[in-house]
């Protein structure tokens, strides 16, 4: 049974840090791109970042780049994503999510065969 189980979140003041932990089992965890996305209340989930099966390759939505950093690390079978400065705007439950394919889009979320449960990100001020 693959499981995608998402850890790292909390509440920060506006300015602070995060990092988030997905961690996968029940799948080869090399053999799938991997993304995160968020969803906050009244909004549609939206993609913030994803990376490609080798690790060669990065998106992120034009409102976390320069602030957030995915990574992934195949030997731990874990995807991250480190979160500085945090803004209001950041709040949203995060979730990661398992693509069968090489490549990764932040857009087309039905490529995603696997999501987590969420961690909820709250940053105040």
């Known amino acids: 049974q693959v499981q995608l189980v998402e850890s790292g979140g909390g509440s920060v003041q506006s300015g602070g840090s995060l990092r988030l932990s997905c961690a996968a089992s029940?799948?080869?965890?090399?053999?799938?791109?991997m993304g995160w996305f968020r969803q906050a209340p009244g909004n549609e989930r939206e993609g913030v970042s994803c990376?490609?099966?080798?690790?060669?390759?990065?998106y992120y939505t034009d409102s976390v780049k320069s602030r957030f950093t995915i990574s992934r690390d195949n030997a731990k079978n874990t995807l991250y994503l480190q979160m500085n400065s945090l803004k209001p705007e950041d709040t949203a439950m995060y979730y990661c999510a398992a693509s069968p394919y090489a490549g990764c889009s932040i857009s087309w979320l039905a490529q995603y065969t696997y999501w987590g449960q969420g961690t909820q990100v709250t940053v105040s001020s």
């Open positions: 990376i490609y099966r080798s690790g060669s390759t990065t």
């Open positions: 029940g799948l080869t965890f090399a053999d799938y791109s």
